[in-house]
């Protein structure tokens, strides 16, 4: 019988042993740590927090306003930029419109010159018919040829036209008389 309540009181106060392990760490724990602990660094870290958040804030206006500065200088280097381009934009055009208008009077110079010489070679085959007609009548071309090669000092062209049409016979109107001398002047100029 004693040993039963001892037994008994022994467990009863195993009990109370664990039942105080059990309760005071539990309430160790919440009221040491959780409750003071979170309480405190949460007001310690708001002006801490607080303060380096205006240092950032100041530093990012900081920034922003060096990021301005920069943007207004690349936008005077664009503008300047722009500027340029418009220059050589100009230059380039009236360069260009000045070799077009070069290149409009070689054009036209070089057409004159065409007609000129066309012109030319239609007066030199027209008047090469006019001295095939009337001074291949009574002899060939060659005595021609061979007049110009020996005889020019002698007699010019003018000389001998007279010549054929007063001597020899030769019946050429006056304008044939001027359009052969010509033509033989031109043909055969030394
Ligand atoms: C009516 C005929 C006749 C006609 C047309 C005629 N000739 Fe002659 N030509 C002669 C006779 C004739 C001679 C002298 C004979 C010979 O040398 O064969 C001659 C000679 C020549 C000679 C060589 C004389 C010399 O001094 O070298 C020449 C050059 C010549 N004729 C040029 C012409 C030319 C240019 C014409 C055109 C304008 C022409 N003849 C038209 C009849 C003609």
């Not at 002006?47 to 206006?61: L, T």
């Amino acid at each position: 019988m004693r040993v039963q309540s001892m037994l008994v009181v022994l467990c009863v106060m195993l009990l109370a042993l664990v039942l105080g392990c059990d309760t005071k760490p539990a309430q160790t724990q919440p009221a040491d740590t959780p409750a003071p602990e979170e309480s405190a660094p949460e007001v310690e870290v708001e002006p801490e927090a607080a303060a380096p958040g205006s240092d950032v804030s100041a530093a990012a206006a900081e920034t922003v306003e060096a990021a301005k500065e920069t943007a207004a200088a690349a936008a005077e280097t664009v503008s300047a930029a722009a500027e340029n381009v418009a220059a050589v934009a100009e230059q380039a055009k009236e360069a260009a419109a000045d070799t077009l208008s070069t290149a409009a009077e070689s054009v036209t110079a070089a057409a004159e010159e065409a007609k000129a010489a066309v012109a030319e070679a239609l007066d030199m085959a027209a008047a090469e018919a006019v001295f095939t007609k009337n001074c291949t009548v009574c002899h060939k071309a060659d005595k021609v040829e061979a007049h110009a090669k020996a005889g020019l000092a002698e007699e010019p062209w003018d000389a001998v036209v007279k010549e054929m049409v007063e001597e020899k016979g030769a019946k050429i109107t006056p304008e044939d008389q001027k359009t052969i001398v010509a033509y033989l002047e031109a043909k055969y100029t030394n």
